[in-house]
């Protein structure tokens, strides 16, 4: 029986680039529907914004203790404590002050 390297080559070259294909693509998608996300979460026109001063007054109304309010990515990032004393990260739509995204210490 004749043994041949041609046919082993080939499957390798396809298997390599199949899984090259695959992974960058996983990846794109990953960073895509994050960015997608994002963008879902305060995607409005800059005209209909209220002041980050405003938020913060809503938010001392509401018992939280505000350390840094900056806008990122279209939305209002808030670091503040909770009224049950947890420190909290959290995004809000800069037109209607809901939460949209929160990352509370534990």
């Known amino acids: 029986m004749k043994r041949t390297v041609f046919p082993k080559v080939i499957a390798g070259v396809f298997a390599s680039a199949f899984a090259v294909t695959l992974l960058a693509g996983g990846s794109l998608a990953l960073t895509s529907g994050a960015a997608r996300a994002d963008d879902d979460y305060c995607n409005v026109p800059k005209s209909e ?19 840094k309010i ?16 947890k420190k909290i990260e959290a995004y809000f739509n800069p037109a209607s002050f809901e939460i949209v995204k929160q990352d509370k210490e534990d």
Not at 49 to 64: C, H, P, R, S, V
């Open 49 to 67: 914004w209220k002041t980050t001063d405003a938020l913060k007054a809503k938010l001392i109304a509401d018992g939280w203790d505000v350390r």
């Open 70 to 85: 900056k806008e990122d990515e279209g939305c209002f990032e808030v670091y503040a404590i909770t009224p049950d004393g």
